[in-house]
């Protein structure tokens, strides 16, 4: 019988943060692209209510670098001892692949948003991306 390897805990860890912000930074400039954007929480005067666009942009980064990072975590933690299919794997990547070149084709057009705004904006989403998806692989490997 063999024995079943496993990644050391701190290395998924570490990729399944980096995997989760990717894809929440992915999530922010398409969702840029289409009108929900960050920086309208910044332009919005006093008297006025928080734009709808800014808070579903708040919730879509939040739950894809959560996600994200549980996913990447959980299929790190099973790929070793070779529990994932090849169809699967292949599949994954196909998705992976798709989602940065649709970011870096967003990324690559001409920002509906001022810079300084933009530039906040991308802050605020990496941060946001990267605490999500450090909770969502710590969540996924903790011990039962």
């Given amino acids: ?56 942009a708040w919730w879509l980064i939040a739950t894809v670098g959560f996600s994200g990072g549980y996913f990447v975590a959980t299929l790190m933690h099973s790929a070793v001892s070779g529990q994932i299919p090849q169809r699967m794997r292949q599949f994954l990547i196909v998705v992976g692949v798709l989602v940065l070149a649709g970011a870096g084709q967003a990324a690559s057009a001409p920002s509906p948003v001022p810079t300084i705004s933009g530039v906040l904006a991308g802050l605020a989403a990496l941060c946001l991306g990267a605490v999500m998806a450090f909770c969502g692989a710590h969540f996924a490997l903790r011990r039962p």
Avoid: K
Wanted: charged share 10%.
């Fill in 1 to 56: 019988m063999t024995e079943t390897t496993y990644f050391p805990r701190r290395l998924i860890l570490a990729g399944a943060v980096v995997s989760g912000v990717l894809l929440a930074l992915a999530v922010h400039m398409l969702g840029a692209r289409y009108g929900l954007d960050l920086g309208g929480l910044w332009r919005s005067g006093t008297a006025e209510f928080m734009p709808a666009g800014a808070a579903i």
